[in-house]
């Protein structure tokens, strides 16, 4: 139980055009997702907590209309980088509170498998 | 199913004594392991790794063991730190091409002073 999935698993794109990434939660429900970038060195950059029925909160530095974060669901959120170019490439990963289930601790979160993005 | 696993959400240790942090795995085509050290509204940063070919590695008060047979590895702190207080999350790959990490749901360590 408690998997996290991320469509696509990478992508190839031309510069100047968007790209959707999705993330599900397939086996419970989330009003809380994470949307993180990796860099260099492995280690993960918060870019937005993504709310349920809400706006997204951005951290500081991420442009909030070039990645567009969407909460529709309570087992759906998605990331649109919007008119990417050659800097957006990056790994993406989601992750996910979860609601509702037994056992798990307030700070648990369900990681998705990630996006590898590739802007020529 | 979670290919990585980190059955204890939380524990809680003294300052001065030892923390044990365990993470299990499944898939044996994994060769390549990471902790994660995670602050309230951060992401995680990377903190130490392993690679299949060894069974421990150590930076200063972390260290990590493999036991590929068990498929499980452990983080240890000595001496903890009220500092190291976190959320921690283990994370799996197959080579260490910087590419698709799999992570467990992590473990909130609590180092009481």
């Known amino acids: 139980g408690a998997v996290v999935s991320q469509h696509p698993s990478r992508v190839i794109c031309k510069s100047g055009t968007s790209v959707k990434i999705e993330c599900r939660s397939l086996d419970f429900q989330a009003t809380t997702m994470f949307w993180y970038r990796q860099f260099p060195k492995q280690s993960l950059m918060l870019m937005a907590t993504s709310n349920e029925g809400s706006k997204a909160t951005y951290e500081q530095g991420v442009e909030k209309d070039k990645f567009l974060i969407n909460h529709a669901s309570l087992t759906l959120s998605t990331l649109t980088v919007t008119s990417a170019h050659p800097e957006d490439s990056s790994f993406y990963i989601c992750?996910?509170?979860?609601?509702?289930?037994?056992?798990?601790?307030?700070?648990?979160?369900?990681f998705g498998p990630g996006t590898r993005l590739l802007v020529l | 199913d979670q290919q990585v696993k980190q059955n204890s959400p939380s524990l809680s240790v003294q300052e001065g004594r030892i923390s044990i942090l365990n993470c299990d795995y499944t898939?044996?085509?994994?060769?390549?392991f990471l902790w994660y050290k995670k602050y309230p509204a951060e992401g995680p940063t990377f903190l130490i790794s392993i690679s299949s070919i060894k069974d421990k590695n150590e930076d200063g008060r972390f260290t990590v063991f493999l036991n590929k047979s068990a498929k499980h590895l452990s983080l240890h702190i000595v001496p903890s730190q009220p500092g190291d207080s976190a959320v921690y999350f283990c994370?799996?790959?197959?080579?260490?091409?910087?590419?698709?990490?799999?992570f467990g749901p992590g473990t909130r360590l609590s180092v009481l002073p």
């Open positions: 992750s996910a509170k979860p609601i509702g289930l037994a056992g798990v601790d307030q700070e648990t979160q369900y």
């Open positions: 898939n044996s085509m994994f060769d390549y």
């Open positions: 994370a799996a790959s197959e080579g260490n091409y910087g590419q698709n990490f799999v």
